[in-house]
């Protein structure tokens, strides 16, 4: 965990849509904050344009999905890294890759309702799971280092 704290803005990355979520190191609690429903990629950066200007993190989480049940590279693995690579190119920032197995099934019990109408929430409810797992990792290992 960092010693000053960082605003961190996390992805969870798709096709069709990625999950935005943010939080404080020296809090450590990830919050959803919108999901940004643009598949092409000019319109989908312009929201993420946005949201870096209004919230000026210091450093970027995105989602890496791997398999449960096997050690071989999840099909969308590469797709996810390769945004990583844009976000880092584009705004100078540290980009850093975490576990996003089970960030979905999560999402989903922390919402209530239809889950048809709640799709756009659950993606960036999915993206504060693995904030959320990142932040108890730093905390984690910082105090294995105490």
Not at 13 to 36: D, H, N, S
Request: hydrophobic residues 40%.
């Amino acid at each position: 965990m960092p010693e000053a704290s960082e605003t961190v803005m996390a992805f969870d990355f798709g096709e069709k849509r990625v999950g935005v979520a943010i939080g404080e190191t020296l809090l450590g609690q990830a919050r959803p904050l919108e999901t940004i429903a643009e598949s092409a990629n000019e319109r989908r950066f312009a929201a993420i344009d946005r949201l870096i200007a209004a919230w000026h993190p210091q450093r970027l989480l995105v989602g890496l999905p791997a398999h449960a049940d096997r050690d071989a590279p999840h099909e969308f693995a590469a797709r996810c890294e390769r945004f990583a690579r844009q976000l880092a190119g584009r705004y100078r920032l540290p980009v850093d890759m975490a576990d996003e197995r089970y960030s979905s099934c999560v999402a989903e019990e922390r919402i209530h309702g239809d889950k048809r109408k709640q799709k756009a929430r659950l993606d960036a409810e999915a993206a504060a799971v693995i904030l959320q797992s990142w932040f108890d990792q730093q905390h984690a290992a910082a105090s294995s280092r105490h």
